[in-house]
């Protein structure tokens, strides 16, 4: 049974930064894609990044790009979300995802709870 736990998450202003960490359970990151993806309320839930360690492969969406990045611990089957740079429209909550692949919602089969992120002004 595949299990994906998220933390990090909290309140922060912008310009600010936070880590966010996924640990996998039942499943293999290293040799599947990992992604993260996020919903604001209101709003359809949207990717963010994805990783594919096996093949050397990291995807961000634009909106991140140069401020997030995700990264991987195979040792630990946890998966990071490094936000810099904080933005109030990064208000949202965030989600690990597995089974999957890319940067497309639909295509993922397993996901965590969620972890809240708050970026104020």
């Known amino acids: 049974q595949v299990q994906l736990v998220e933390s990090g998450g909290g309140s922060v202003q912008a310009g600010g930064s936070l880590r966010l960490s996924c640990v996998a359970s039942g499943y293999t990151a290293s040799r599947y894609y990992m992604g993260w993806f996020r919903q604001a309320p209101g709003k359809e839930r949207e990717a963010v990044a994805a990783?594919?360690?096996?093949?050397?492969?990291?995807d961000y969406t634009d909106s991140v790009k140069g401020r997030f990045t995700i990264s991987q611990d195979n040792a630990k089957n946890t998966v990071y979300l490094q936000m810099n740079r904080l933005k109030p429209e990064d208000t949202a909550t965030y989600y690990c995802?597995?089974?999957?692949?890319?940067?497309?919602?639909?295509?993922?089969?397993?996901w965590g709870q969620g972890t809240q992120v708050t970026v104020s002004s």
């Open positions: 990783i594919y360690s096996g093949g050397g492969r990291i």
């Open positions: 995802a597995a089974g999957g692949w890319g940067l497309m919602v639909q295509n993922y089969n397993y």
